[in-house]
Nanobody, 122 residues
């Protein structure tokens, strides 16, 4: 089993920055890809970014050039640096992990965190 705990959410003005962290514990040796998803009220959960154990990254078009995902394998932590935030980035952000492969759908992930709220005011 793997436990994921997110932190770093909060309220920020448009144009501001936040850094989310996701700390993994448990059977972390089995983790390959880790990702960040978000879900706004009334909308489906959508991929923000993901990163493999080898460091390959993938971003949603809506966040390219503004968000950066990174991973510290020694600390078993994945980060999401969010710059130039917009009101439409407001959502609950979830960390996810999978033991193998590179998921393209939320259901392909094995583990999820509890989520952290990000609110961007205009």
């Amino acid at each position: 089993q793997v436990q994921l705990v997110e932190s770093g959410g909060g309220l920020v003005q448009a144009g501001g920055s936040l850094r989310l962290s996701c700390a993994a514990s448990g059977s972390i040796f089995s983790i390959n890809t880790m990702g960040w998803y978000r879900q706004a009220p009334g909308k489906q959960r959508e991929l923000v970014a993901d990163i493999t154990s080898g460091g390959s990254t993938n971003y949603a078009d809506s966040v390219k050039g503004r968000f950066t995902i990174s991973r510290d394998n020694a600390k078993n932590t994945v980060y999401l640096q969010m710059n130039s935030l917009k009101p439409e980035d407001t959502a609950v952000y979830y960390c996810a992990a999978v033991q193998s492969g590179v998921p393209r759908e939320p259901y392909e992930y094995d583990y999820w965190g509890q989520g952290t709220q990000v609110t961007v005011s205009s």
